[in-house]
């Protein structure tokens, strides 16, 4: 801008310049031209007086830098200051003759066909009939301008720089105050009262900016914010597979190295399954993919991005289905176990049952199998009572919370099992070091001791022990059942509070155990906030611990 108005500036001023030039020049020339012609009727009046006044030779008549002729009435040449008369053509014909003839006066301009230069004529009659013309060079404009500029190139040339330096400091003084203008706030601007209108309009459009950006950087803050702590994987490509948008919970799914935007998608990933996933969703279909990261099991569903009917990206949603699939695998393996557990017993009913239809079975056999029905269908019925007691642990049901007494509880168990221990030899043991005061449901904490104390007498020797313990570690009751017995291999100790696990299979179906007994009393202590713990030696015996927030 400041060299469009320099520009601009300095050719207006030069042009005007050469034009006032130009014009001066002419208007000059012609006044010029005017004075030399009245100067030289002057000089011709002059001439002419001096040869009234009896001058008896006219080349004694001379004037510098003028030609004098004297021309007979008939044309010829009586004299000539500046050339030899003789050689002269007859003049009679001339326009400033003729003139003088008519008129007593003549005049004329015209190129010199003796000098071949431009000359002003004034020609006069005298008394004695003769004419008396004056000549003097008129010349040209062109070597009149050239005659004026040159003593005159200093000056236009210092005139030059001067125009050039005037219209930089115009063009500057035009273009700082805009340059200088506070384009946060425009309307405040007073140097240009013909700006206003579109400063205001700047500073209208300013705020709507300012506001768009502000609302845009706030929902892209919100969407940082939401995405950030989402626990699914989030990822926006292109067309070429350049992340646009990705979260920290998409690399962190796959325990990949953190990417930002800019890098390929496939460095959070890099598996067939991942890759055709994208693939399929750049080419413009939903694709969904099931990848086995070891540690986890993700679920990836891209879907593209369509853009007037062409896709231009992809959108890449990863969910941890880990849990989900560990629950749809327990949910087949309990349906499977539990169908097999049933079709045991039922199977063995059905047999008896069958064997007694028939009849031709002596009074004591009959006997035999009534006992082996009986203890079959309490085995079915201790088993569906586990079952309803685990799903309604599993759905969350509400307890009754109150303090109860972890020691008063644990005598009331070792009471009702006293007798079954001592019909498998076994010695109860409890010993109390607190009142173990906790916030929970006594039924809970009742069938939590129950199951405990009833698998150290069931899975104990002749002559083992079984005992309670119930201390207290600062701010926790601690509850310990222990027992000398068979102890777990190591290999199982994981997989004991499984659901229908059974270390010993045949022992456990003997002694009447469902499988469920460990998995009710993990569900009741996570339900009644506390940790449990399992020590185990082959051999050697059993000790379980579990810890509750003291009340």
Same mark, same amino acid.
């Given at each position: 801008?400041?060299?469009?108005?320099?520009?601009?500036?300095?050719?207006?001023?030069?042009?005007?310049?050469?034009?006032?030039?130009? &014009?001066?020049?002419? &208007?000059?020339?012609?006044?010029y031209?005017?004075?030399?012609?009245?100067?030289?009727?002057?000089?011709?009046?002059f001439?002419?007086?001096?040869?009234?006044?009896?001058?008896?030779?006219?080349?004694?008549?001379s004037?510098?830098?003028?030609?004098?002729?004297l021309?007979?009435?008939?044309g010829?040449?009586?004299?000539? +200051?500046?050339?030899?008369?003789?050689?002269? @053509?007859?003049?009679? /014909?001339?326009?400033?003759?003729?003139?003088?003839?008519?008129?007593?006066?003549?005049?004329?301009?015209?190129?010199?066909?003796?000098?071949? @230069?431009?000359?002003?004529?004034?020609?006069?009659?005298?008394?004695?009939?003769?004419?008396?013309? %004056?000549?003097?060079?008129? *010349?040209?404009?062109?070597?009149?301008? &050239?005659e004026m500029?040159?003593?005159?190139?200093?000056?236009?040339?210092?005139?030059?720089?001067?125009?050039?330096?005037?219209?930089? #400091?115009?063009?500057?003084?035009?273009?700082?105050?805009?340059?200088?203008?506070?384009?946060?706030?425009?309307?405040? +601007?007073?140097?240009?009262?013909e700006?206003?209108?579109?400063?205001y309009?700047?500073?209208?459009q300013?705020?709507?900016? !300012? @506001? /768009?950006?502000?609302?845009?950087e706030? !929902?892209?803050?919100?969407?940082a914010?939401?995405?950030?702590?989402?626990?699914? *994987?989030?990822?926006?490509?292109?067309?070429?597979?350049?992340?646009? +948008?990705?979260?920290?919970?998409?690399?962190?799914?796959?325990?990949?190295?953190?990417?930002?935007?800019g890098?390929?998608?496939?460095?959070?990933?890099?598996?067939?399954?991942?890759?055709?996933?994208?693939?399929?969703?750049?080419?413009?279909?939903?694709?969904?993919?099931?990848?086995?990261?070891?540690?986890?099991?993700?679920?990836?569903?891209?879907?593209p991005?369509?853009?007037?009917?062409?896709?231009?990206?992809?959108?890449i949603i990863?969910?941890?289905?880990?849990?989900?699939?560990?629950?749809?695998?327990?949910?087949?393996?309990?349906?499977?176990?539990?169908?097999?557990?049933?079709?045991?017993?039922?199977?063995?009913?059905?047999?008896?049952?069958?064997?007694?239809?028939?009849?031709?079975?002596?009074?004591?056999?009959v006997?035999?199998?009534?006992?082996?029905?009986? =203890?079959?269908?309490?085995?079915l019925?201790?088993?569906?009572?586990?079952?309803?007691?685990?799903?309604?642990?599993?759905?969350?049901?509400?307890?009754?919370?109150e303090?109860?007494?972890?020691?008063?509880?644990?005598?009331?168990?070792?009471?009702?099992?006293?007798?079954?221990?001592?019909?498998?030899?076994?010695k %109860?043991?409890?010993?109390?070091?607190?009142?173990?005061?906790?916030?929970?449901?006594?039924?809970?904490? =009742?069938?939590?001791?129950?199951?405990?104390?009833?698998?150290?007498?069931?899975?104990?020797?002749?002559?083992?022990?079984?005992?309670?313990?119930?201390?207290r570690?600062?701010?926790?009751?601690?509850?310990s059942?222990?027992?000398?017995?068979?102890?777990?291999?190591d290999?199982?100790?994981?997989?004991?509070?499984?659901?229908?696990?059974?270390?010993? #299979?045949?022992?456990?179906?003997?002694?009447?155990?469902?499988?469920?007994?460990l998995?009710?009393?993990r569900?009741?202590?996570?339900?009644?906030?506390?940790?449990?713990?399992?020590?185990?030696?082959?051999?050697?015996?059993?000790?379980?611990i579990?810890?509750?927030?003291?009340?």
């Open positions: 801008m400041n060299k469009r108005i320099f520009q601009t500036v300095f050719l207006s001023i030069l042009l005007t310049f050469f034009l006032v030039l130009g &014009v001066s020049t002419f &208007v000059f020339y012609t006044e031209e005017e004075r030399i012609e009245s100067d030289l009727l002057s000089e011709l009046r001439l002419e007086a001096a040869a009234g006044n009896g001058v008896s030779d006219i080349s004694d008549i004037v510098p830098g003028h030609r004098v002729t021309i007979a009435p008939d010829n040449i009586l004299f000539e +200051s500046e050339t030899d008369p003789s050689g002269m @053509e007859n003049h009679l /014909q001339r326009p400033e003759v003729q003139e003088a003839l008519m008129y007593g006066l003549g005049e004329d301009t015209r190129e010199s066909g003796t000098l071949l @230069e431009n000359y002003h004529y004034a020609a006069v009659m005298l008394d004695d009939g003769n004419i008396l013309r %004056l000549a003097v060079p008129a *010349g040209t404009i062109l070597s009149f301008v &050239v500029l040159l003593p005159m190139s200093v000056i236009i040339i210092i005139l030059l720089f001067f125009f050039a330096w005037y219209s930089m #400091k115009a063009a500057k003084r035009i273009t700082d105050p805009i340059n200088n203008i506070d384009l946060e706030h425009p309307e405040e +601007s007073e140097e240009y009262e700006l206003s209108p579109l400063l309009r700047i500073a209208k300013q705020a709507t900016i !300012r @506001e /768009q950006i502000e609302s845009a706030r !929902r892209s803050r919100e969407f914010v939401i995405t950030d702590n989402m626990a699914e *994987g989030l990822a926006v490509i292109d067309k070429e597979m350049r992340l646009l +948008s990705v979260n920290r919970a998409a690399f962190m799914l796959f325990d990949a190295e953190e990417v930002k935007a890098d390929s998608v496939l460095a959070i990933n890099r598996s067939d399954a991942f890759s055709a996933a994208i693939s399929e969703a750049l080419s413009g279909k939903r694709s969904e993919a099931l990848i086995d990261n070891k540690t986890k099991m993700l679920q990836v569903i891209a879907s991005v369509f853009e007037y009917a062409a896709v231009t990206g992809a959108v990863i969910m941890d289905i880990t849990e989900k699939s560990e629950r749809e695998k327990l949910r087949r393996e309990f349906t499977a176990n539990v169908s097999h557990e049933l079709k045991t017993p039922l199977t063995s009913i059905s047999g008896f049952a069958e064997l007694l239809r028939n009849g031709g079975i002596p009074e004591e056999t006997k035999d199998f009534g006992k082996e029905i009986y =203890d079959e269908s309490q085995r019925i201790a088993l569906v009572h586990d079952i309803i007691r685990l799903s309604k642990l599993d759905e969350g049901g509400e307890h009754e919370e303090r109860v007494s972890i020691s008063e509880i644990a005598s009331d168990v070792i009471s009702r099992l006293r007798k079954r221990a001592e019909t498998m030899s076994v %109860l043991e409890l010993k109390t070091e607190d009142p173990g005061f906790i916030n929970g449901s006594g039924l809970l904490v =009742d069938e939590l001791l129950t199951n405990l104390v009833d698998n150290a007498i069931k899975y104990n020797k002749k002559g083992g022990t079984a005992s309670v313990f119930v201390s570690d600062d701010s926790e009751i601690v509850l059942v222990r027992d000398n017995g068979i102890g777990i291999p290999e199982d100790k994981d997989r004991v509070f499984e659901r229908f696990y059974r270390v010993d #299979k045949s022992r456990s179906r003997a002694s009447g155990g469902t499988g469920l007994g998995s009710i009393v569900h009741s202590v996570i339900t009644l906030n506390g940790t449990i713990a399992l020590q185990s030696k082959l051999g050697e015996g059993t000790e379980i579990v810890r509750f927030p003291a009340a």
